[in-house]
Nanobody, 123 residues
Framework: VQLQASGGGLVQAGGSLRLSCADS????????VGWFRRAPGKEREFVAA????????LYADSVKDRFTISRDRAKNTVYLQMGSLKFEDTATYYC?????????????????WGQGTLVTVSS
């Protein structure tokens, strides 16, 4: 498994960041790819997911209309464009490959997890 998440950093509230999840071995095949996050002292939560083939997307209510997930099939990479960032978006963000092609919000629907990338939003 070769999932590489990157793009995290420090940003002011209201700012933007783009995270990348590169699948160097095309582990995802036709399965969905999702983003999750874990804030300090909190449980891991779903952020967004995309079907690799169809491009169908799924978002958590907390990020809908602010975040956009997309994929570049030629680069085997999934992106998470984050805008209008809030302090509560501060977390370590993880990408993962799903068990199926249909995106799901449940973490047990994913089998391969990349290392996280830290996003810190200053208020």
């Amino acid at each position: 498994v070769q999932l590489q998440a990157s793009g995290g950093g420090l940003v002011q509230a209201g700012g933007s960041l783009r995270l990348s999840c590169a699948d160097s071995r095309r582990t995802a095949s036709n399965n969905a790819v999702g983003w999750f996050r874990r804030a300090p002292g909190k449980e891991r939560e779903f952020v967004a997911a995309i079907s690799w083939n169809s491009g169908n997307t799924l978002y958590a209510d907390s990020v809908k209309d602010r975040f956009t997930i997309s994929r570049d099939r030629a680069k085997n990479t999934v992106y998470l464009q984050m805008g209008s960032l809030k302090f509560e978006d501060t977390a370590t963000y993880y990408c993962a490959v799903g068990l199926r092609s249909v995106p799901t919000q449940t973490s047990n629907g994913y089998r391969y997890w990349g290392q996280g990338t830290l996003v810190t939003v200053s208020s």
